[in-house]
């Protein structure tokens, strides 16, 4: 299995930055190249794409909303992914989640490994 832990959601005025991050851990990330993406849900919302990075670090996808503004990256000595989150503004408001596969999807249906999600609400 693969355990993912979210960290680093808060409160930001807009056109602040905030970076989450998420800590990947157990057997299956392990032993597997697997890809690692960010989606966000605000209430009453669907689960949305965000962003997206290979095991390797030489792809990477951004949801047409965040280009320009947010930037994927991971360390892979730490099993962790990031995500630099700048100019933020209200509509970025939800829960953040980041997401474990071996392939790489713009649908949350696509990914079978989730982490429990960090709190972003950005203030107008």
């Known amino acids: 299995q693969v355990q993912l832990v979210e960290s680093g959601g808060g409160l930001v005025q807009a056109g602040g930055s905030l970076r989450v991050s998420c800590a990947a851990s157990?057997?299956?990330?392990?032993?597997?190249?697997?890809?690692l993406g960010w989606f966000r849900q605000a209430p009453g919302k669907e689960r949305d794409f965000v962003a997206a990075?290979?095991?390797?670090?030489?792809?990477?996808y951004y949801a047409d909303s965040v280009k320009g503004r947010f930037t994927i990256s991971r360390d892979n000595a730490k099993s962790t992914v990031y995500l630099q989150m700048n100019s933020l503004k209200p509509e970025d408001t939800a829960v953040y989640y980041c997401?474990?596969?071996?392939?790489?999807?713009?649908?949350?249906?696509?990914?079978?490994?989730w982490g429990q999600g960090t709190q972003v609400t950005v203030s107008s």
């Open positions: 990075i290979t095991w390797s670090g030489s792809n990477r």
């Open positions: 157990g057997p299956t990330f392990s032993r597997n190249a697997m890809g």
């Open positions: 997401a474990a596969d071996g392939r790489i999807g713009t649908k949350a249906g696509q990914w079978d490994y």
